[in-house]
C-alpha cells in the first residue's frame, strides 16, 4: 500500500467518514435530473463560499466604526494591494447570489419540486432567500457611505411604523436614538456572525433533506404526486433508471459553479467595486440615497402606493408574501408537477417577474423624483422662446426660477415628476392652467403664496405658448361668448 | 429491571441537572436580555431628548429659512460625522420659529429647502412641502418633523436626539398639521383670476 494510502486509513480509522461520504456521493438519482436545470442550487451555494472567503479576506482590513469604515472601505480601494478586487468580488458576489437564489427558486417552483415530501425543503428554502436578502441589506450597510445612512434612516422609517413597537423596533435596531456608531456594529455583528451561522446550519439542514428525501424527479406531465404512492414511485425511478450522483450529474455543477465563478470575477475586473459613495456625513444634504440593485422594486414601489396604503402595505405585505411562501407547499403538497400542466404557476412566475422587473427598472431612472438641479442647469429650449413677447420670456424665467422644471420637463429636459409640458397648452385652456398653478392638486403643490400676480400672469402666458406648430391652444369656448357679449353689449 | 415509576439515583440527578442549568440560564437570561434591549431601556428611563442650541437669534434672517446643524446630545466615541444633525430653521418673524427636522416625513430622506418657490423637497420619492412644513404633495401621509423649540438668552435652542421617524412618539410630540396653503389659496384663487385676465399685468411682481 503506498505511503498516501496508509495515511488515508490512518485518518479514516479514527474519523470513519469515508464510507458516508461514498454512499452521499454515489446515492443514485433518476437519470434525467443530470439536467442544466438542476445546477441552480449547487451554483447558490458555491457563490456562498466565495463570499464567505471574500468577506473573511475583506474583514482582515475592514473597521466596523462608523468613523473610520468609510475610510477603511477607501484603503481597500486604493492603497491595500488588490483590496479594490477582493471588495468587487464580494460585491458581485452578492448580486450574483441574489439572482442565482432567486432562478434556483424559481425553477424549484415549476418544477413541482416544494410538493410532497419535500415541504420541509422548500420552506427552508424560504428561510434561505429570506436571510440572503438579509446579508444583501446588511452588506449594503457595512459600505458605510451616504446610501448606507439614509438607506438605514428608510429602514427605521418602515419600522418605525410598527404599532406600538415601531419606536422600541427602531431604537433596538439602530442601538441607540440615532444612525451612528451603534447602528454600524451591529449590522456588522449581523452580516459576519449572526446571519452567516444561521445560513450554514440552514444550508446544512437542505442539504441533508435534498440527499435524504432525494433529488426531485423530472416533472412529467402526468406523473402525478400522491402522498401515498410518491416514495414507492421515487424508489422505483432510482432503483430502475438511477445513476451515481459522482460523476453522473455532478459534472455539470462543476461546470456551471466555474462558470459562474468566471462571470463573478470578469464583472468584479470590468466594473469594479461597488462605492463608497460619499463620506457618510449628514450634514451634507445633496444626496439622492439609491438602494443597491435588489432592493430598487422596493424603492419604486414605496414611490407609486397610495399614501393612505402604504403604511398596511409595508406590514402586512411581506407578512402575508412570507405565510404564503411557508404555506405553498401544504396548499398544493400534491398533483400534477410539470409546468406544462400548471399554467396558472406560469403564470405567477411570469407576473411576479415582470412586476419586480417593471419596478427595477423605473427605479433606475426614478420618473416620480425631482431633478433637483433641472430649474437652475437646463436650458429653455430655444423653439420655445422663438418670437415670444415680453411678457411670454419673464414667463419663462418664472418657469425655471420657481422650480417648475424640477418636476416639469420642456424637450426632454427637467424632471418627469409631473407631466411634459411640451403641449400643455393643448390640454388646458389659460382658466385652467391658472387654477393648476395656484391651487395645485393632482400631485402638484399650490404655488398661490409664492406667486405674485404679475408672476401668474407672466407664467401662464409663457404656457399658453406651449403647443406643437399647426394645433391650436385649448380655449375655453363659453368664455369667449361671454367676452363678446359683454363687448357688444356695454 | 427497575421499575418505570421509581427514579433511579443517577435519573433524579440527570433531572437536577436539567434544573440546576435552567436555572443558571434564566439567571444569565437577565443581564444579556438588559444588555441587548439597553437602546430600547435607555430612551424610556433617562430619555435621549435635551435642550441644544442651534445659534444666536440674530444669526436667522426673518422671513427666511436656513439650514443649521447640532451635535447630537448623545454620543458614543466611534459615532464619527453621524452625530452632526443638520435641520431647517424658520424664522417668522422676531422669536417666532419654527425648526424642521431634515428627515422627510415619508422614509427619512433629506429634504431641499427651495426659497424660490417656498417648497421642500424630498430626492427620493418626490415629497413636498409647504414653507411652514405643512404637506404639499407627494408620498408623504403628514408635514414635516418640527423640534420643539425655545428662545433662551438669545440663542434658539430645540430639543433634539432622536432620529424623527413616522412612527416615533416624537413625531405626535412635533404635531401632524393638514395641508395649509390649500385653504387660504381657495379664497385668493378669484381675485387671482381676475387680476390674470388682464393681459397688461406687470411680470414679476413681489412675491407674497
Not at chain 1, 1 to 27: C, K, T
Not at chain 1, 152 to 161: F, H, K, M, N, P
Not at chain 1, 384 to 391: I, K, P, Q, R, V
Not at chain 2, 174 to 201: D, H, M, R, W, Y
Amino acid at each position: 500500500m503506498s505511503v498516501i494510502g496508509q495515511i488515508g486509513q490512518w485518518f479514516d480509522r479514527r474519523l470513519q467518514l469515508a464510507s458516508p461520504i461514498r454512499e452521499v456521493a454515489e446515492h443514485p438519482v433518476p437519470r434525467n435530473t443530470a439536467s442544466w436545470w438542476y445546477v441552480f442550487g449547487s451554483a447558490a451555494l458555491t457563490v456562498f463560499l466565495l463570499q464567505l472567503v471574500t468577506g473573511i479576506l475583506l474583514a482582515l482590513i475592514y473597521v466596523p466604526s462608523a468613523s473610520e469604515a468609510w475610510s477603511s472601505l477607501q484603503a481597500l480601494n486604493h492603497d491595500v494591494t488588490l483590496g479594490w478586487f477582493i471588495r468587487a468580488l464580494h460585491g458581485w458576489g452578492s448580486n450574483f447570489m441574489v439572482a442565482i437564489v432567486l432562478i434556483h427558486m424559481v425553477q424549484v417552483f415549476l418544477f413541482g419540486a416544494h410538493k410532497f415530501p419535500r415541504e420541509l425543503t422548500w420552506i427552508i428554502g424560504v428561510f434561505l432567500l429570506l436571510m440572503t436578502l438579509g446579508m444583501a441589506f446588511s452588506g449594503q450597510v457595512l459600505r458605510f457611505d451616504q446610501d448606507a445612512y439614509w438607506g438605514l434612516g428608510i429602514g427605521a422609517s418602515i419600522a418605525s411604523r410598527v404599532p406600538i413597537a415601531g419606536p422600541a423596533i427602531v431604537k433596538l435596531m439602530l442601538g441607540g436614538p440615532i444612525i451612528a456608531g451603534a447602528t454600524l456594529s451591529r449590522f456588522f455583528a449581523l452580516h459576519v456572525f449572526v446571519i452567516p451561522g444561521m445560513l450554514i446550519g440552514f444550508v446544512g439542514l437542505h442539504l441533508l433533506m435534498v440527499i435524504k428525501l432525494g433529488i426531485n424527479d423530472w416533472p412529467m406531465p402526468g406523473r402525478v404526486v400522491r402522498r401515498a404512492t410518491y416514495m414507492t414511485e421515487y424508489h422505483e425511478l432510482t432503483k430502475k433508471e438511477g445513476a451515481p450522483f459522482v460523476p453522473y450529474a455532478i459534472w455539470k455543477d462543476l461546470f456551471f459553479a466555474g462558470f459562474v465563478l468566471l462571470a463573478v470575477a470578469a464583472c468584479a475586473i470590468y466594473f469594479g467595486p461597488f462605492g463608497p459613495t460619499g463620506r457618510p456625513d449628514p450634514t451634507i444634504i445633496q444626496s439622492v440615497p439609491k438602494p443597491d440593485y435588489f432592493f430598487l422594486w422596493l424603492y419604486g414601489l414605496l414611490s407609486y402606493l397610495p399614501p393612505s396604503m402604504e403604511t398596511p402595505a409595508l406590514l402586512i405585505g411581506p407578512v402575508v408574501a412570507i405565510a404564503f411562501l411557508v404555506l405553498l407547499p401544504f396548499l398544493s403538497g400534491e398533483g400534477e408537477k410539470s409546468w406544462r400542466r400548471r399554467p396558472i404557476a406560469v403564470l405567477t412566475v411570469l407576473l411576479i417577474a415582470i412586476i419586480l422587473g417593471t419596478l427595477t427598472h423605473l427605479a433606475g431612472y426614478t420618473p416620480w423624483s425631482p431633478h433637483m438641479n433641472a430649474w437652475s442647469g437646463d436650458p429653455v429650449p430655444e423653439r420655445f422662446l422663438h418670437g415670444a413677447t415680453a411678457l411670454q420670456r419673464e414667463g419663462a424665467l418664472v418657469f425655471q426660477v420657481k422650480q417648475c422644471r424640477n418636476c416639469h420637463s420642456l424637450g426632454d429636459l427637467g424632471g418627469q415628476r409631473g407631466p411634459a409640458l411640451d403641449s400643455v397648452a393643448v390640454r388646458l385652456t389659460q382658466d385652467q392652467l391658472i387654477r393648476q398653478v395656484i391651487q395645485g392638486g393632482g400631485n402638484m403643490p399650490a404655488y398661490g403664496k409664492n406667486l405674485g400676480p404679475a408672476e401668474t400672469t407672466a407664467l401662464v402666458a409663457f404656457l399658453e405658448t406651449l403647443h406643437p406648430a399647426g394645433q391650436a391652444p385649448a380655449r375655453d369656448a363659453a368664455r369667449d361668448t361671454v367676452l363678446r357679449d359683454s363687448t357688444s353689449h356695454p | 429491571m427497575p421499575n418505570e415509576n421509581t427514579l433511579s439515583r443517577r435519573g433524579l440527578f440527570m433531572k437536577i441537572g436539567i434544573v440546576f442549568n435552567g436555572l443558571v440560564a434564566t439567571a444569565l437570561a437577565w443581564p444579556i436580555v438588559r444588555f441587548l434591549f439597553s437602546s430600547v431601556t435607555h430612551a424610556s428611563a433617562n430619555g435621549y431628548l435635551s435642550w441644544v442650541p442651534l445659534g444666536r437669534v440674530g444669526e436667522f434672517p426673518e422671513g427666511e429659512t436656513r439650514l443649521a446643524t447640532f451635535r447630537n446630545p448623545y454620543v458614543m466615541p466611534t459615532d464619527g460625522k453621524t452625530v452632526e444633525t443638520p435641520c431647517w430653521v424658520r424664522r417668522i418673524e422676531g422669536e417666532q420659529f419654527q425648526v424642521f427636522a431634515i428627515n422627510c416625513a415619508h422614509l427619512g430622506c433629506p429634504v431641499r429647502w427651495f426659497p424660490q418657490s417656498g417648497l421642500f423637497m424630498c430626492p427620493c420619492h418626490g415629497g413636498a412641502y409647504y414653507r411652514d412644513g405643512s404637506r404639499a404633495s407627494g408620498p408623504p401621509e403628514r408635514g414635516l418633523f418640527e423640534y420643539p423649540y425655545k428662545v433662551q438668552d438669545g440663542m434658539v435652542t430645540i430639543q433634539a436626539g432622536e432620529l424623527p421617524t413616522p412612527g416615533s412618539p416624537t413625531a405626535s410630540l412635533f404635531g401632524n398639521k393638514a395641508p395649509c396653503a390649500a385653504q387660504n389659496v381657495l379664497i385668493s384663487i378669484e381675485s387671482k383670476l381676475s387680476t390674470s385676465s388682464e393681459t397688461s399685468a406687470v411680470a414679476g411682481g413681489t412675491n407674497t
